[in-house]
């Protein structure tokens, strides 16, 4: 036996000893009179010991068999709502969408849903900020996951001291009923080892909520383009086969232009072409995956840099408004023009308060 176990059986024994005369009639007082809910383990290094520390090499555990299943079973670690009492509203089987008010009962069969990539520039994400303020869509619900890093902040689309107070976290809903519209706003990254359990449950949402399409605003590293990609605009676009009858021919007379395959192995093998969309975060496997379950799903994105990105988000959502007509200008012919788009607020914010006066 160990010099640790010793010293816990020592201790153990002149504990248990001092117990059972409170468990015996008065007279000899005897250890098998000691509680029978405590037995001794083996220690790890595989000789008899006990202890209340786990230090000790062993532990005082319940002699039943119940009772060391309930002991060593797995605890589910509560959250903080829980832990004050608090109540959630249920997470619905087919996804991780949480509703939220009076809209219990949110329907989205036969809706477009757009939403955007956490990409370079956050070109869809500001995109997608243009497209809830302009048509002052409500929030209907929200995001229930563990797959973004989590964040909360003051509404980014208040437009009066009423509903400045209102909370936003990292993944919201809205909708617009008027146009089968409805939108999934993403505010923070993706925890790391995350992406394609997002994917995977996004699709299974998108299916039992039985939406038309998907369409998913990105962008991609400028820097990063191939030869054939530096010519004509920087606006591309992808279809899924689920979504190539139908939208197919629109795009051939949108006169858009697809984003191309580039060699997988440049300067060593350019027979093997493949999709590459550098800084597009999320965008290449979810579109793989779309394409793998049968999802009607389109990519639109713009080749750009890091810096002041609000024209390549109002760049996006003109390109996205020559689709979907969600605004139209005076003249029908016409595409949006920029100041048709209403700025949030909030984004007066985007590169910070500015530089202190006191500094000049």
Not at 216 to 230: E, I
Request: net charge positive.
């Amino acid at each position: 036996m160990c010099s640790l176990c010793e010293l816990a059986e020592c201790t153990l024994r002149s504990t248990l000893l001092q117990r059972a005369v409170s468990y015996t009639t008065p007279g000899r007082p005897t250890l098998s009179a000691a509680p029978a809910a405590y037995q001794r383990t083996p220690c790890k290094e595989g000789r008899w010991g006990v202890g209340r520390d786990r230090r000790l090499h062993g532990r005082l555990m319940p002699s039943s068999a119940a009772a060391r299943r309930q002991t060593n079973a797995p605890q589910r670690r509560r959250t903080p709502l829980e832990n004050r009492g608090g109540r959630t509203a249920p997470v619905l089987p087919g996804g991780m969408f949480v509703p939220c008010g009076s809209s219990a009962a949110a329907d989205f069969e036969g809706f477009t849903l757009l939403l955007p990539a956490v990409s370079v520039g956050n070109v869809g994400q500001l995109a997608v900020d243009l497209v809830i303020f302009t048509l002052d869509m409500p929030k209907v619900g929200y995001f229930y996951t563990d797959c973004l890093v989590p964040m909360v902040g003051n509404n980014p689309y208040a437009t009066a001291e009423e509903n400045s107070t209102e909370l936003s976290i990292n993944a919201e809903v809205y909708s617009l009923p008027s146009k089968k519209l409805v939108v999934l706003q993403i505010r923070s990254p993706f925890v790391k080892n995350k992406y394609r359990s997002f994917c995977q449950t996004l699709l299974s949402w998108v299916k039992s909520s039985r939406c038309a399409k998907v369409i998913l605003l990105s962008s991609s590293h400028a820097y990063q383009r191939d030869d054939q990609q530096l010519h004509g605009t920087p606006l591309r676009y992808l279809l899924s086969p689920a979504i190539q009858k139908t939208a197919g021919d629109l795009m051939q007379r949108l006169n858009w232009k697809e984003m191309e395959k580039v060699a997988a192995y440049p300067g060593v093998n350019d027979a093997e072409m493949v999709l590459h969309i550098p800084g597009g975060g999320i965008t290449t496997l979810l579109y793989s995956e779309s394409c793998s379950n049968g999802i009607e799903m389109a990519v639109l994105l713009k080749f750009c840099s890091e810096g002041d990105n609000i024209p390549d988000a109002l760049a996006l959502v003109n390109y996205l408004n020559e689709w979907l007509q969600l605004i139209k200008s005076e003249n029908s012919d016409a595409p949006a023009v920029p100041s048709q788009w209403k700025i949030p607020h909030s984004w007066r914010l985007l590169f910070g308060s500015g530089l202190p006066p006191a500094l000049f």
